[in-house]
DNA sequence: CATGAATGAGTATTCATTCAT
DNA sequence: CATGAATGAATACTCATTCAT
């Protein structure tokens, strides 16, 4: 027998699966989305395919389809739940943020910590970057969504005089690109420090290379 | 006839192949590219196939191989192509900086306008970005290589005290992560403005959202 | 209608479809088989695709890979059965046997009738020998084994002194060899007779020319 | 560049071109044969392409086709040159035979010495056992042809009275499947030893395993 | 005769999706 | 709802063969 390809034979799986089948009755679509993170993290999204994701599972082809109409699908499902778990996050911090540079760098923070702790969510959300076909927006939708927001407030500070009039949407940009980079050097580096980075990157956006003082 | 059997005899196809031949013969691997090209901002790298590329050509299946050994040999011969271009660009921008300032502006600039310039190289560097399995960088080799000279450039100029003492792996990943969101940006606006991009771009860096004033 | 567009809708093919799932479930991993006898037995191991076993079938080309992953894998089936049935025969024979003389030449009469009741599987043999890189053993799992036990009868013959004192490895290949080429001799005539056939064998075997007498 | 791919760009080639062309001028067509030995050696019959033969060559794929038609051509001169080379030897060596006895020896010890001493010719004969789609007849013409010979040769002996009356077919046979069982088995063991191997068959062959005492 | 780029039919294999059970 | 065998379009890649030079 082959070891790639690890197979069970029908009957080797009825014991667990009878168990199984009972605690997962409910949450076979919660099965579904935990394999599907893992596989993409690993595989990328363009590598995986719906039977990885299956497979991983002990549930069967036609089960999928069931829950979701395609790997799409599933991949909406997983970036949705990371967005709206990110996004309460960022609105909750800014609460506490006194003013317009406590509020970037709450955001960074928050930002930076959440992927720092989920490592694989934050390799399946570059997995995203690039899908096929998809060209138009790169970002997924939850990213495209918390960067509207991101906006408003730039717009709504410029309007209080909080900070200098400018380009609003190049400013957004730049606090996304500036978040990505930065997250990305920061998860190679070890050990990871998320306020380090938080701070690098405020005094960055607030002051420039002046401001970036180690 | 039979549908299945459909061979066409050698000498049915003699007419139009001698032109075919003749005229190609040194320039069927620029086709190639020049069809990749297009495919891959169109699809996507991971959308592409072998087929979609020689489809939109006028040479048989096999010929692709007499050039390529697969769809991501066309990617990095596109690529190189590009990160040579810019290469040099950028290193003729350098000559002619007087300042650290200056530098970083000509940088930006060369690079907003080469991509404003090649909207269709531009959506090809996009579809790069999360390439299958390549999860570890997604940068492509001659990001990388042009970041890491800038890197280099960085910490120069930080030994000559020209800019202040900072972490200069962070600084890095921000100049690429501002230059990429910006472009985006810009590339979505119309008119498209390399100028103005690279004015806030190098401002922001420079001096923060204070120096980025419109 | 277009030709190369000739996708045909799920449901145009529901009514045969239900008749040809319900009646082959169990036993599509047979009609593989038979077609794939018939196949190798017609074209030879080297010249049989995979294409040309399923296309003898009225399953759909994936079918076949999910009861075999390779045209190896299923030649390996077909032979394995043959050589199982061969081996079976063959002790059977081996109990009656009276003397070494007689073991010889009921060996020889079960493997001739064997073959000569199964024109088919014959002609699947002889497109064994010589598979492509397989230089090494040119007879197949099944047929060397058979050689194996048989060299052990052999031996054993030899310690109980009820044969000279040989080499043994000359004598089972030359039992082999016998074998073989009286069996294509023996293949090729109307009407095939396997007593006369194992009768010449084992004289042969047991006495030379001079015992080889007609 | 890839290491797999081994192809010399043109101009590396031109130097030693020149003078291969001019010496081979008159023998590229041994220059095939020999690569074509050596391959069909290696990979056996089915496993070879044409392309590997000629890779083996400083020849261009073209040039194959001024020589030979295809694959089967080539091998058919491989092993017309083989039978020509035996069936001299085997002349000559029956010749100096006092009897029958006799020549039976000295026609294996001819064709055990000839494999013997051209171990890579033995592994191409092997390799033509099997053949695609010929699987009429798996000897090859000139096994064929010297399996006619060898037939006349006995029957003539049977009628002068050398040897006792039999199955002609069924002897010729034999003296065949004795000879390639025996070959396999002495090109197994070191040393090789084709007297030891003559000696042997030709015994068995006249007596049986009485007569085929070590 | 030699060359080697071009050809395109052919092969193995994968995979999303359906559907009878 | 769950199952998983069946489906067949689609893909990457090979290779014998042709033919303009």
Redesign the pocket.
Known sequence: MNIENNKVS?SN?VGN?ANK?ASN?AS?RDAILVAARAVFAELGYGGA???DIIRRT??????????F???EEVFEALSNETGEELRALLSEARKNAGNFEQFIEASYLTYFTYYAERPETYRLMRSNRGRDGDNSNMKGPQVTAGLAEMRQDIERAMKLRMIPQNDAGFLTATIGGVAFSILDEMMERNPIDPHHAARFAANLFMRGIDGAVE
Chains 1, 2, 3, 4 share one sequence.
């Open positions: 029908p799986r699966r089948r009755r076979n395919t719906v039977r002990d549930l069967a082809t036609g089960t999928f389809y069931n829950y109409t395609n790997k």
